[in-house]
């Protein structure tokens, strides 16, 4: 079965640009969205088909997709952005989601 | 304004049943992909089960032929009967709309808790 893999976790320090990978098997091939979890809270989509943003979503959240890997990158990260992340994508009829990133903001 | 309200979670022994229902308001179930989504405590998202708007339904590995995922048009209401349940299934589980664009999660849930335990 396909799997997504991402790094536990990610530190960066307020202002600066976190990168979150998520990385698969011709992941690039496919549509990635990033959720966006806070503790005590329903995930968030932040990025949908690999580097769209909806509505009411900050402009510093961007999403690329190439290859074997996806990267949610949010630029001039703040103290509001501390959650997990997750990829997500689709495949043979399944949603396949990474084992999240905690991203911290310090 | 799109709305999803799961309800039906709880305590429950190994091996005993419950039926989940999430009840929708500003669309109709019917006429979107709909999703089940758990999250076992302190640990990350896992899709359980999906139903297609024709009615066919998918699972996870780990749940089939144990849960099965179902709709009622007439309550606008999703529901997923869980059967033989496990320690293992314990989770928040979320309801989820698919977007139509894209194969994402659109709307989502609060969430109800169920605890397999004896």
């Known amino acids: 079965s396909y799997e997504l893999t991402q790094a536990p976790s990610v530190s960066v320090s307020p202002g600066q640009t976190a990168i979150i990978t998520c990385s698969g098997d011709?992941?690039?091939?496919?549509?990635v969205c990033w959720y966006q979890q806070k503790p005590g809270q329903s995930p968030v989509v932040v990025i949908y088909a690999s580097n769209k943003r909806p509505s009411g979503i900050p402009e510093r959240f961007s999403g690329s997709n190439f290859g074997n890997t996806a990267t949610l990158t949010i630029s001039g990260s703040q103290a509001v952005d501390e959650a997990d992340y997750y990829c997500?994508?689709?495949?043979?009829?399944?949603?396949?989601f990474g084992g999240g990133t905690r991203l911290a903001v310090l | 304004e799109v709305q999803l309200v799961e309800t039906g979670g709880g305590l429950i022994q190994p091996g005993g049943s419950l039926r989940l229902s999430c009840s929708a308001s500003?669309?109709?179930?019917?006429?979107?992909?709909m999703s089940w989504v758990r999250q076992a405590p302190g640990k990350g998202l896992e899709w359980v089960s999906v139903?297609?708007?024709?009615?066919?339904?998918y699972y996870t590995d780990s749940v089939k032929g144990r849960f099965t995922i179902s709709r009622d048009d007439s309550k606008n209401t999703l529901y997923l009967q869980m059967d033989s349940l496990r320690v293992e299934d314990t989770a928040t589980y979320y309801c989820?709309?698919?977007?139509?664009?894209?194969?994402?999660?659109?709307?989502w849930g609060q969430g109800t808790l169920v605890t397999v335990s004896s």
């Open positions: 011709k992941l690039g091939d496919k549509h």
């Open positions: 989820a709309r698919s977007n139509d664009y894209s194969n994402f999660f659109d709307s």
């Open positions: 500003g669309f109709i179930v019917g006429s979107k992909y």
């Open positions: 997500q994508a689709w495949d043979k009829n399944a949603y396949i």
């Open positions: 139903l297609y708007t024709g009615r066919t339904t």
